[in-house]
């Protein structure tokens, strides 16, 4: 019976690879502790450890359902998102590809493991993570958790106007099929879709070009789909 222990324990799955998120959020915790209070300075260890406090990972499932219905795109544009807050905040949570958590009637999921500045550990299920919109609330969740002002409302309705929401959808469909290339190595549409995703960004740009705020960011995320 020891040697059956010892042979699970060793063969036990990486936590990016678990379905349950238990592990990952106690390893987050451990850490994260605040280091305790001295009178000499911090150590630079120290004060890594502390800016590490406060985190936050996405997993975005990567299952048959999910993937079918978009999730590939989701994790894209949620990628692009944290990198808009890490370029405002200083603050980028980790975005990576997770297993299914047989949420596949929810499907596109995305799941949010926290560890607050205070210790506090959450986990948030979103689900129909279907658009940019969607995805904008997933990432706003996030920061909200840690106190971090989003760079912009993308999710308030009077901030969406029907161009941009076009722009968005052309955005997202472009997405969508160069995530299919990627996982199928097959074309889907007529043009190839990183020709398709250059058009939607180009389409983006030209509908804000009269906002000077906006098209700063729809250049931004040009150059990182680029």
Do not use: Y
């Not at 299952?63 to 999730?71: E, P």
């Not at 989701?74 to 980790?94: F, H, K, R």
């Not at 993570?129 to 995805?135: L, Q």
Request: glycine share 8%; proline share 7%.
């Amino acid at each position: 019976h020891q040697h059956i222990a010892c042979f699970f324990l060793r063969s036990a799955p990486r936590v990016d690879e678990m379905a349950s998120g238990a592990l990952l959020l106690k390893q987050l915790q451990q850490r994260r502790t605040v280091p305790a209070a001295s009178p000499c300075p911090p150590t630079p260890a120290a004060m890594e450890r502390h800016a590490f406090l406060a985190h936050a990972r996405i997993l975005v499932c990567s299952g048959v359902d999910c993937a079918g219905l978009g999730s590939g795109a989701a994790l894209l544009e949620i990628e692009e998102l944290c990198a808009e807050l890490a370029a405002s905040s200083g603050t980028q949570p980790d975005v990576v590809r997770g297993v299914c958590t047989l949420q596949c009637a929810n499907a596109p999921v995305a799941n949010v493991h926290q560890v607050s500045d205070n210790g506090v550990v959450s986990m948030h299920h979103h689900g129909k993570v279907n658009g940019p919109e969607r995805c904008a609330q997933v990432v706003g969740s996030v920061a909200r958790g840690l106190a971090l002002a989003l760079p912009e409302a993308r999710g308030s309705p009077e901030a969406r106007g029907p161009m941009m929401r076009r722009v968005d959808g052309l955005r997202w469909n472009a997405l969508r099929q160069q995530d299919r290339l990627l996982r199928q190595q097959r074309r889907s549409s007529r043009l190839p879709p990183s020709r398709l995703l250059a058009l939607a960004l180009q389409a983006e740009a030209s509908a804000v070009k009269g906002d000077p705020v906006r098209h700063a960011r729809a250049e931004r995320r040009a150059a990182r789909f680029s």
